[in-house]
């Protein structure tokens, strides 16, 4: 790995995250309580590992003005970081800039690698990112301020500012799919530049604000969204969001003007009431804040109500004969390759944090911290366990997908906690 397992535990004084037994099985519910309620009766007292070479460790300037570190025994990326670019959270960074040498020596900053330190004006504790992929840069944008692109005869997705809505045109009138505050002007604009018909149909992809807190600008139309929507939309007494004239809990199909569009339902994944919407004729499906074309997901699984389902919806798109894909967010849209790759990265997110739960063990970090502080003691171990997961993501998917140094530490910390709570036998 390119961060080592150990940094973690460097800082807060513990030199194993293995089981004593070998014990490699991932926690229970019962085992959590356990340890929460069993957590050591006097607080463990953090002491920084003492390496001998240290003291004597230097950042170096070179000739030609650039500065390198080199590395002695006991090294960290984060530890390297924190010393010298201001924060640990530019250990990331710091690995993009000398990914060559660490990876030809597995990932570690072992003794004596010459490590070239990325520049941080005035000292200061600045965070630079990874440029992104090719697949995941913004596309030209017309002099209109947004992208229109045809699906197919009758079918067409707006693009403007990494936000995405849709509309189909039938012989009787136009069938919208969400309303994004940010597309207030350039949907029914770019509706007008296709057709004079009137929007007669709105669906509600979920209810999150930033897809549907337009919708009351269509007026009197026939509105359409899953059950749990309808209940959300309801609590959120925003007058942007009106309620649905119709609802569904399995799946719906409309039929407007001889054109169709299938509603589907498939359980709880990024929002409860998040819909997957097909247009077989067009070869389309749209499945808002699931997959995200070329790009790595958003933070905290992109907000999800439930990390097991975003996989599963990942399946069953995955399954499904199309060409387009809508995502509702980045800049353009995607392909059937697209959501395979995106498939192929969450779960590889949810295998390789499977893995980490299961080789730290949980017990030893609540003697690190105040007695009864269980809060604590598992944030500790959580956060051992992402230091395992965020590098290997990094090692295999920096350049595949945009953003992948954004949020991955974000994210295991959440596929973490939905492989302990939610426990599916299914993934």
């Known amino acids: 790995m390119c961060e080592e397992q150990h940094d973690h535990d460097h800082h807060h004084g513990s030199n194993s995250n293995s089981n004593s037994d070998g014990d490699q099985r991932p926690p229970s519910r019962r085992g959590i309580l356990r340890w929460g309620m069993a957590a050591a009766p006097v607080a463990v007292g953090l ?3 003492a390496w001998p070479d240290r003291a004597t460790a230097e950042a170096t300037t070179a000739s030609g003005g650039g500065a ?9 990326l984060r530890g390297i970081a924190g010393r010298y670019l201001g924060s640990e959270q530019r250990w990331a960074e710091l690995y993009r800039l000398n990914r060559d040498v660490l990876d030809a020596h597995g990932g570690e900053p072992s003794p004596g690698l ?12 600045t965070r630079s990112f990874a440029p992104l992929p090719a697949t995941a840069k913004p596309l ?3 002099p209109e301020g947004y992208r229109l692109d045809r699906i197919g005869d009758t079918f067409y997705a707006v693009t403007a500012g990494g936000t995405q809505a849709a509309f189909l045109v039938t012989r009787t009138g136009v069938v919208v799919i969400d309303a994004p505050p940010s597309l207030a002007e350039a949907l029914p604009a770019a509706i007008r530049r296709v057709t004079d018909r009137k929007v007669t149909h709105l669906v509600y992809s979920h209810d999150h604000a930033d897809h549907t807190a337009n919708a009351s600008a269509f007026g009197d139309v026939i509105r359409i969204a899953h059950t749990a929507t309808a209940e959300r939309i309801k609590a959120s007494r925003d007058p942007g969001r009106p309620m649905p004239t119709v609802t569904f809990t399995d799946s719906h199909r409309l039929d407007v003007g001889g054109e169709r569009l299938l509603l589907s339902y498939p359980g709880p994944n990024h929002e409860t ?7 077989p004729r067009q070869r389309a499906a749209m499945m808002v804040d699931v997959v995200m074309p070329g790009w790595a997901p958003f933070r905290a699984w992109g907000t999800a109500d439930s990390v097991p389902g975003v996989l599963r919806a990942h399946d069953q798109l995955a399954a499904m004969d199309l060409d387009t894909y809508i995502g509702g967010h980045v800049h353009r849209l995607g ?3 697209d959501i395979e790759i995106s498939r192929e990265f969450v779960r590889d997110l949810w295998s390789e944090t499977g893995k980490a ?14 007695a009864g502080n269980n809060w604590a003691g598992f944030d500790l171990y959580l956060q051992a366990v992402a230091d395992k997961v965020e590098p290997v993501i990094h090692r295999k998917w920096l350049g595949r997908l945009g953003a992948v140094d954004v949020f991955t530490r974000e994210n295991a910390l959440t596929v973490a906690l939905s492989h302990i709570v939610d426990a599916p036998q299914d993934l």
């Open 357 to 370: 739960i299961a080789a730290t063990d949980m017990g030893p970090f609540f003697g690190k911290v105040e």
């Open 140 to 142: 030209p944008v017309p």
């Open 68 to 76: 390198f570190y080199r590395t002695v025994r006991g090294d960290t």
């Open 335 to 337: 392909t059937k390759k």
């Open 114 to 125: 010459r490590l070239a330190l990325p520049e941080s004006p005035d000292g200061a504790a």
């Open 273 to 279: 009431g998040n819909i997957l919407v097909h247009a």
């Open 47 to 49: 002491t920084a590992m």
